[in-house]
Structures are given as C-alpha cells and as structure tokens.
C-alpha cells in the first residue's frame, strides 16, 4: 500500500529510538540499573544522547518517541530535557522489541496517520552521520511507497557476534535499494568468513525505516498476538503530557519476540539499504576497545595491544599484551582480548560467587 503522498521538503521522519536493553555485554560498568545507552563510553556524550544528536534537524526529523524500561524513566528524563517535543513510552516490563515498535507505530499514528518511521536502537555508535542520513534519504521513498527497509551494515571482518543479511538483488523500482534474499542467524567463524569472501552479505545493525501503518498491518498478518497486544496497550495506557505508561496486563499477555523474528524475518516486503557509516553496537569490551581510542588513565611498560577502562583508580601493566582491564568501584576485571562475548558468564559467576 504505497503512501498519500511522497516524500518531500514538507514531510519529515520520526524517529524511534529503542532504550529497553540491559546492557549486560559490558559489564561490570554497564548494569541493569544504569544500562550502557546512559554511559559516556566514546566522548563526553553518553550514546542515547548521541543518538538524540542524529536526528536532531527538525527539518529532516520529528520529535523522538523513546520506548523505555519504566525503571529508566529518571535517566531518559534527563537525556530528553533538552528535546521538545518528545514521547517518552514506559514499558512496565519488557518484551523485545516487536512489541516495542507497534506500541510506537501506534502513539505516532495518532499524531499523524502518515508517519514513516526511523527505527533505531539508543546505544550504537555512527562516527559518518552524513553518509547515515544519505541513506535515510536514499530508503525514504521504499519506505513511503510500503516496503519495510532495513540497513545492512557493510561488514569489515567475519564478525560471528551478529546477524546477516544477504541482498545480492537490485530493487527494480527504487535505486540504490536491494531486495532482501534472507536474514542469516549469527554464523560460526567458518560461515562467516565464507560470507565475508562471497560479498553481497552486511551485518544486520537492527535499524529500521517503514511507514507506521505498514508496520502494523504486516505486524497484524504475521504476528497477530503481538500486534493485537501492542495496541491494547496503548489503547488502555495511562497517559500524562508526553509520557505513555503502557497497560501491563496487556503486556503481560504478549510475546516476547524480537521485530526480526516477529515481522522482518517473514514479510515478503523487506528491502535494504547499504550503510557504510563507521557503525558499532558497541556490543561488547572488544567493540568498545576498537573505537574508544586510548587509554588515559592506564600506565603501560613492555605492554602491547592492551586496553584499560578505570572510573577510578590508576591501572599500570608490566609485561603483558592483549588484554582488557575494567575497573569500577569496588571491582576489577582482567579478561584475555577476543573474549569478551563470554563476559555473562563471568558476571554469573561474581552474581554467584
């Protein structure tokens, strides 16, 4: 079902930024209390307001709407008090991000029946924000025309900690745009080298453009109980100015799926737009260590490819290489580089301990 109209100078985007992670991946200075989004992890900025910083020209973007844990509302408050404008949805308890999305389709669509949406998640990184926006630009009229776009981020190594898309096929009708052949699980080492080697395959960074009634109605024929609780759960909300407090018994009944397996994954209107932009999901120690640059806090002798994270006291090597040490408050961690996928189990292990 193609738009009312296209895009143009008199239409603009609304993004939808998802806070509802934990963060858990970069513990121990990421934690449920205060998740990674809210850390000043690359520059003075935390990534949630970097993220608000993207789309922050009212003359590309709309106000925000921001889809929170409830217990984080205090911190999104904070972040958001220089945003006018912005919707502030408060999950009182999670389930994935479908849901997520069709409760923000839903309080936008009340605000504008034709809104295209900006799915993005609040703790990535974009270092090349003008290529970002140039591919907005390039899937926003897939978007208003009813395809489900998603941005494939072009990989620089067989990363086996995300999901791929392989689009190997032009769309014949909007330049610039792919054809999305299949998502692929994250991949083994081997797979993913074979993926690297065979071109045509981009990691899938989890952003997402799509009109809001698109969305809802693909969400309504593939994941009808998803889609059927989102909205009750705005419908029967409790509402107060600009923050959305969703109804829990609705929540309580709705799946816990994410929006790739729920909609994306099974629509046969996926398109992809290529995005070479410096991303990162910051996903992990390893992440953080390649884009964070030195370690000012960290004194090194006879020491090599070693990063140090302190929020406190001074760090001093002698003699070793290839690690990454973190130390916060009464805790410090020293783990091996490139093995820092397998920290939830050393947080288990302390929660344990």
């Given at each position: 079902m193609a738009g009312s109209g296209s895009l143009g100078a008199s239409r603009v985007i609304r993004p939808i930024i998802l806070s509802g992670g934990s963060g858990t991946r970069l513990w121990p200075l990421s934690t449920p209390s205060r998740p990674k989004q809210f850390l000043p992890l690359i520059g003075a900025e935390t990534l949630f307001q970097q993220t608000?910083?993207?789309?922050?020209?009212?003359?590309?973007?709309?106000?925000?709407?921001?889809?929170?844990n409830a217990a984080h509302e205090l911190l999104c408050a904070a972040e958001l008090a220089e945003t006018p404008g912005a919707t502030?949805?408060?999950?009182?308890?999670?389930?994935?991000?479908?849901v997520a999305i069709v409760m923000a389709a839903a309080v936008a669509l009340r605000q504008d029946p034709d809104a295209v949406l900006l799915v993005m998640p609040s703790d990535h990184r974009i270092g090349a924000e003008a290529i970002f926006h140039r591919a907005v630009s390039l899937g926003a009229e897939a978007a208003d025309a009813g395809l489900l776009v998603t941005f494939?981020?072009?990989?620089t190594?067989?990363?086996?900690?995300?999901?791929?898309?392989?689009?190997s096929h032009p769309h014949p009708r909007h330049p610039g745009v792919r054809r999305v052949d299949r998502f692929k699980e994250k991949p083994d080492l081997a797979s993913a080298e074979a993926m690297l080697a065979?071109?045509?395959?981009?990691?899938?960074?989890g952003i997402f453009l799509f009109r809001a009634d698109r969305f809802v109605e693909e969400c309504a024929f593939l994941a009808p109980e998803v889609h059927q609780c989102g909205i009750a759960a705005v419908e029967h909300a409790a509402t107060q100015g600009s923050v959305v407090r969703p109804a829990l018994d609705?929540?309580?009944?709705?799946?816990d799926i994410s929006v790739?397996?729920?909609?994306m994954e099974r629509s046969a209107e996926i398109a992809m737009v290529a995005l070479d932009a410096d991303w990162s999901d910051v996903g992990s120690w390893d992440?953080?260590?390649?884009?964070?640059?030195?370690?000012?806090?960290?004194?090194?002798?006879?020491?090599?490819?070693?990063?140090?994270?302190?929020?406190?006291?001074e760090v001093a090597l002698l003699g070793v290489d290839d690690l990454i040490v973190i130390a916060t408050g009464e805790r410090v961690v020293i783990m091996r580089r490139g093995r820092s996928q397998e920290i939830k189990q050393l947080a288990a292990a302390s929660a344990n301990g």
């Open positions: 608000l910083d993207r789309v922050a020209d009212r003359s590309r973007y709309g106000a925000p709407i921001v889809v929170a502030l949805i408060l999950e009182p308890i999670a389930r994935n991000t479908a494939g981020i072009e990989p190594a067989p990363e086996i900690g995300y999901g791929y898309l392989e689009a065979a071109g045509d395959h981009y990691w899938n960074g609705a929540l309580q009944a709705c799946p790739d397996y729920a909609v992440a953080l260590a390649e884009r964070a640059g030195g370690n000012s806090t960290a004194v090194m002798v006879d020491s090599s490819n070693c990063f140090v994270s302190s929020s406190g006291p």
